[in-house]
């Protein structure tokens, strides 16, 4: 008969992944955020907004490419993580309405799966937190370190 792990054991191991997931979601915004901001640059990413019919192109532009680039260093830190998480959610619902939805499901066709899946999980992460390895959890710790030592 197996033994389940202990709770101190499953916390361990959701907060590693967690933190497994968060890197690993990160590097892939921030690859497409370089993408559009230094490899094509903010004007060729802006013409092919225009060019897919996205509205306000050249603000869309800005947003995709520093929503990526901020928000996925902010999941790989763990700082700010529910907003960061919210941000890429609506660049990846935008994407999905604006470029993918019409093009069915299949990324090799231009359809939306690979930005329904980026969206959802940056979704997870904004309501699950960072978990205990991130920035968030020792900014969070010491704010509550100093609350109760104040009282």
């Known amino acids: ?6 709770g101190a054991a499953r916390a361990a191991a959701r907060d590693l992944v967690l933190l497994l997931a968060r890197v690993g979601l990160g590097v892939v915004f921030v690859a497409h955020g370089w993408q559009k901001f230094r490899t094509n640059g903010l004007a060729a990413t802006a013409a092919g907004f225009e060019q897919m019919g996205v509205p306000a192109p050249t603000l869309s532009a800005y947003y995709a490419a520093g929503a990526e680039l901020l928000g996925g260093a902010a999941l790989i830190l763990g700082v700010l993580t529910s907003l960061a998480g919210v941000l890429l959610a609506l660049d990846m619902a935008g994407a999905f309405l604006f470029v993918h939805m019409s093009n069915g499901v299949f990324v090799a ?3 939306w799966e690979l930005v329904v899946i980026l969206g959802l999980f940056s979704l997870t992460l904004a309501a699950i937190g960072a978990g205990r390895y991130s920035v968030d959890r020792v900014l969070t710790r010491s704010t509550a370190d100093r609350a109760t030592l104040s009282v």
């Open 1 to 6: 008969m197996s033994r389940l792990p202990s």
């Open 109 to 111: 066709e231009g359809g």
